[in-house]
């Protein structure tokens, strides 16, 4: 992993305080060299000479002083301005432009350089100009004469001084120049290392290691290529963990991570180094298998991978067993593009999984008719939604002693514009699957309210009417606001509503459903257990959730007549209500003999074709005013 690079305000810093080191740097070699020239001007002729350098040293000495309190930048302009007047003046007194201290002109433009902006550069480079044209228009003008004198100790002391200065400022220039090429040197690895890192980072899974969907895609592009060339096949598989999510839930995320990356190992050590093995997201895995000579090698990566799966992974102190579902697209049969073998193989995946998880199945022809079917229907049913297209129907509920109408089932039907009217058998499963069953039962609850408030406004006598509840409703967490909202809206009394629940739900069993029933029967709805007798019976549920009635399944009613085991259950049922307070009611009742058992047995409601079939609300307004009871 690279190491954190500083941000572009640390570089500017080290800049400003690199600066600021050469400002005193050069200020205290002047402050060195400057005395030896005026030792060699101690004389009575050259007095001026001499206070000129003494001048120059002693604003140099004021420069360093304010670079060290921080006034960097009017120290910088004084040592600058203070050495070229110093130049300047001593060439007025002494030889013009034949003194040695011209040179100290390269130095000044040198350190212009490296400290000052560019401004404060061309203004000295001008003024050197201008000054050199002033001594030359002096000496031409006969305003002043300027002697050139033989080269003394004096002038070579100045001269030695001047070169001393240039080469220690061209030697910091040069210094920071490497310096600044070095970190330049160091950046571009940087950047290079940082590209490196971040094409990678863009190719790979950051947990695993594998390659990302990214890289599969162009993975598996170069082995179309090659097998159109060879004429060879390449498999496509799509992995899926089984029950990974309860590893999460029941370990935690950070030993779910470790088991998908000795998945990941057990995965690679599968197959070949030529194919490649890429990670998704989450629990699903892509395997890209190149140059086959026929799906029989598919298979065979298929299998070791289910017996690599299935030997323990032990995560901590835990071992573990794990399997997988995979689906498997081939080229060309099946597709001869990223988006369409990846798409069937996903699809193939979810058949696995339908078939049991822990195998594999081929994609056909009949899954993708399938999948758009499915489409279809899913877009069907949003539009459902949309345009209204749902209605509800209601089978009466019939008191079996009496005779008399105490309430009805509401039943939902989609009234398709191109197929007609469709019973829920035809489509509540997908909507379960896809969730769409949340909506479509907060649509039937407020229907069914607005329903209730309708029959009491007509003068009906007070009903109860039952909802039947999905599964896929409870795991929402908010029926409870939803059943009270739609009571509150249509002012309709809660012991008029009647949920209906299957023994399935009751399994739950958990510590956020047995609080969702508290609250469903805090509102004062009833709850029922549809289809009581075929799933897993529990006294225990019954008294724990405070069940209102049960729901004999049309299975034990329709054999009663001729089945003693039926009606040995049935009849178990009705008593085992009677004894804790429960009503019952009988589904599927179709002939007088059966409605005479069931009177005899004990059960309290029932419905069935006897009575009538599902109705539409105005029918079913009609059924209820003529109060219709059947023979006995």
């Not at 191109?418 to 069953?437: H, K, M």
Request: charged share 20%.
């Amino acid at each position: 992993m690279n190491s954190p690079q500083p941000p572009l305000e640390d570089h500017l810093v080290s800049h400003r305080q690199l600066q600021v080191r050469r400002i005193e740097q050069i200020c205290q070699l002047l402050l060195v060299c400057l005395p030896f020239m005026a030792l060699t001007n101690i004389q009575v002729e050259r007095r001026h000479v001499l206070l000129i350098i003494v001048s120059g040293w002693l604003l140099v000495g004021v420069s360093l002083w304010l670079s060290r309190i921080g006034r960097h930048e009017p120290a910088r302009q004084l040592l600058i301005l203070s050495m070229f007047a110093l130049a300047s003046l001593a060439m007025w007194f002494d030889q013009g432009p034949y003194n040695g201290v011209l040179l100290g002109y390269g130095a000044i433009l040198v350190i212009a350089g490296m400290l000052a902006r560019m401004r404060l550069l061309f203004a000295l480079l001008f003024l050197m100009l201008a000054w050199l044209g002033w001594l030359n228009y002096a000496e031409i003008s006969g305003l002043r004469t300027f002697e050139v004198q033989p080269l003394g100790l004096r002038r070579f002391i100045n001269s030695a001084v001047f070169l001393s200065v240039i080469a220690c400022t061209v030697w910091w220039l040069a210094s920071d120049l490497r310096s600044l090429l070095a970190r330049l040197r160091a950046e571009n690895r940087r950047v290079r290392e940082s590209e490196v890192s971040l094409a990678y980072q863009a190719q790979h899974d950051a947990l695993t290691g594998l390659p990302n969907r990214l890289l599969a895609r162009d993975r598996l592009e170069q082995a179309l290529q090659q097998a159109h060339r060879a004429g060879r096949q390449v498999a496509l598989l799509y992995l899926d963990l089984d029950n990974f999510k309860a590893v999460n839930d029941s370990f935690g995320h950070a030993q779910g991570d470790e088991l998908l990356r000795e998945v990941a190992a057990r995965l690679r050590a599968s197959v070949r180094e030529t194919d490649t093995v890429c990670r998704l997201g989450g629990d699903e895995f892509l395997l890209v298998l190149a140059e086959l000579e026929h799906s029989e090698g598919a298979v065979k990566v298929a299998r070791k991978i289910q017996a690599n799966l299935s030997a323990p992974l032990q995560l901590g102190e835990v071992a573990l067993n794990c399997s997988c579902s995979i689906g498997i697209a081939l080229y060309p049969g099946d597709g001869d593009c990223f988006a369409s073998l990846s798409q069937h193989a996903d699809m193939a995946m979810y058949e696995a999984k339908a078939a049991g998880r822990r195998t594999f199945r081929f994609f056909d022809a009949q899954m993708n008719a399938s999948q758009a079917a499915q489409m279809q229907l899913d877009a069907g049913l949003r539009g459902a939604l949309q345009h209204e297209q749902f209605v509800l129907h209601y089978q009466p509920v019939v008191d079996l002693q009496t005779g008399q109408l105490r309430g009805a089932e509401a039943l939902l039907r989609w009234n398709s514009p191109e197929q007609g009217l469709r019973g829920p058998e035809t489509f509540i499963g997908y909507a379960e699957r896809s969730g769409l069953i949340v909506e479509i039962g907060e649509w039937v609850i407020d229907q069914a309210c607005a329903q209730l408030a309708a029959w009491q406004a007509q003068g009906l006598p007070r009903l109860v009417l039952a909802v039947n509840l999905s599964p896929v409703q409870f795991r929402r967490g908010n029926l409870d606001r939803v059943v009270s909202t739609a009571l509150q809206r249509h002012a309709v009394p809660p012991s008029c509503l009647e949920l209906e629940l299957t023994e399935s739900v009751l399994l739950q069993d958990s510590r956020d459903f047995a609080e969702l029933l508290t609250r469903l029967k805090r509102l004062g709805v009833s709850l029922s257990i549809d289809d009581f007798g075929t799933g897993y019976s529990n006294l225990s549920y019954l008294q724990r959730f405070k069940v209102d009635r049960l729901k004999i399944d049309r299975s034990f009613v329709g054999s009663l007549s001729s089945d003693h085991s039926a009606r040995a259950i049935v009849s178990a049922i009705a008593g085992m209500a009677d004894s804790l307070g429960l009503q019952t009611t009988a589904e599927g009742i179709e002939d007088r003999e059966v409605l005479a058992l069931l009177s005899q047995l004990g059960c309290s409601q029932g419905q069935g074709y006897l009575f009538a079939r599902p109705l539409p609300v105005e029918a079913f307004i009609e059924f209820a005013r003529t109060q219709a009871r059947p023979p006995v």
